[in-house]
């Protein structure tokens, strides 16, 4: 079976540098197993929700999760080991194939470095580096580094097609997650918060760096938002990787804010709530899916962020935006991630019924174009995933 593990068990390498890849992961893992059966075994990298779908896992993933271009130079060595040693792991097990999730800057390393070691599994890579937004000489990259990409949106392919690349359009896993059937009013029993109560979703990020640097505006703006709107009570779902952080730093906020883990629980909270502050991401769409007006913030070193706006040439940075090409999720970045536009910008979401009603038209507008078929996206891509390493199981 060319390097395969012997048995009928089918292997499958899954690896994401990133929580939100780690969601999407576990939904892949979930259609495998679904379409593979009970041969189909897992190692790589990921965090809880790939744990919890049976991942043996080789790195500790919250040692891979930074955002920014000086953020990541003290994590450059770590970085680089664990690179040497989800290779070394690869060589020695030689899985059917390997699949990376988005973190162009990791996986793009694991995948050069498993081309070189095990030039015969077949590399796949899911989410695409957003070349139409910026830095679009990667395409040409990823077209070298791996045999196959998939991607979210249908814009993306020809971007890489053209360089030679195989690539399947799967559509936007967010839609399958569950957001959109949390139940509000048992998280409210739950928690002990009243169905009359204003309930704003913190949502500070997954990295933390980007807990280090939200939690403190997002802390001082629901501050200022308590003064103003009485009986405001306030959940945040986190992560893994950063909850520890959180639990320590919400201690002293102005009102008790209710802390939660898990998929569910996240889901639940976003159906109890009646607005959001999220750091910039996928967390978006997730709210948008659930119908919670809501703002994204984000901060990261100055020069980091000189650098961004040098670099690309896009109009937003929240996806929802950047489909329906205009402003419809309020994007405070940087400088404008201040206490009070925050806190001001979440009480027009709270208070303004035309706002809101706006923005959940937007949502819909927008999250029509993510669907990408009749099958479920995560269903498209185990096929695609399943497609390779079969062939090489048999050949």
């Not at 679904?34 to 993933?61: C, P, W």
């Not at 996986?107 to 081309?115: F, I, N, P």
């Not at 939690?215 to 703006?221: E, K, T």
């Not at 507008?365 to 479920?376: N, R, T, V």
Request: with cysteine; hydrophobic share 45%.
């Amino acid at each position: 079976m060319n390097g395969v593990e012997p048995s009928d068990d089918l292997l499958i390498c899954i690896i994401t540098g990133e929580p939100s890849g780690d969601l999407l992961g576990a939904r892949l893992m979930a259609a495998l197993k679904d379409r593979g059966g009970s041969r189909v075994r897992f190692m790589g990298v990921g965090g809880e929700s790939m744990a919890a779908e049976g991942l043996d896992t080789l790195v500790n993933q919250s040692d891979l999760a930074v955002m920014g271009f000086l953020e990541v130079v003290p994590r450059i060595p770590l970085v680089l080991r664990r690179v040497r040693e989800v290779t070394a792991a690869i060589a020695t097990r030689r899985p059917a194939v390997v699949v990376t999730i988005d973190s162009w800057g990791f996986t793009k390393r694991v995948q050069q470095a498993v081309a070189r070691a095990c030039p015969e599994i077949p590399r796949l890579h899911y989410v695409a580096p957003m070349v139409w937004a910026w830095k679009e000489k990667r395409a040409e990259d990823v077209a070298r580094t791996v045999n196959h990409l998939m991607c979210l949106l249908p814009n993306e392919p020809a971007y890489f097609q053209k360089h030679g690349l195989s690539c399947t359009h799967v559509g936007h896993s967010v839609i399958e997650g569950g957001a959109d059937r949390g139940d509000g009013v048992g998280f409210r029993e739950k928690h002990g918060i009243p169905l009359s109560a204003p309930l704003l979703c913190v949502l500070p990020g997954s990295r933390r760096s980007e807990v280090s640097r939200l939690l403190p505006p997002f802390a001082d703006a629901v501050a200022q938002m308590a003064k103003r709107v009485p009986g405001l009570k306030v959940v945040m779902p986190t992560v893994a990787t950063v909850a520890a952080e959180v639990e320590r730093s919400v201690g002293d906020w102005a009102v008790p804010v209710t802390v939660v883990h898990g998929e569910r629980a996240r889901y639940d909270a976003f159906a109890a709530a009646d607005a959001a502050i999220a750091a910039s991401g996928t967390v978006s769409l997730e709210l948008a899916l659930a119908r919670v007006p809501h703002l994204v913030a984000y901060r990261v070193a100055p020069f980091t962020a000189w650098l961004f706006r040098r670099l690309t040439r896009i109009r937003f940075v929240n996806l929802i935006n950047l489909q329906l090409d205009r402003l419809a999720i309020p994007e405070l970045l940087q400088e404008d991630c201040a206490p009070g536009r925050l806190a001001e910008t979440a009480l027009r979401l709270l208070r303004d019924e035309a706002a809101r009603t706006e923005q959940r038209l937007a949502f819909s507008q927008a999250l029509a174009h993510l669907g990408g078929g009749a099958d479920l996206p995560s269903r498209r891509a185990a096929s695609v995933v399943l497609e390779f390493a079969e062939k090489r199981v048999t050949r």
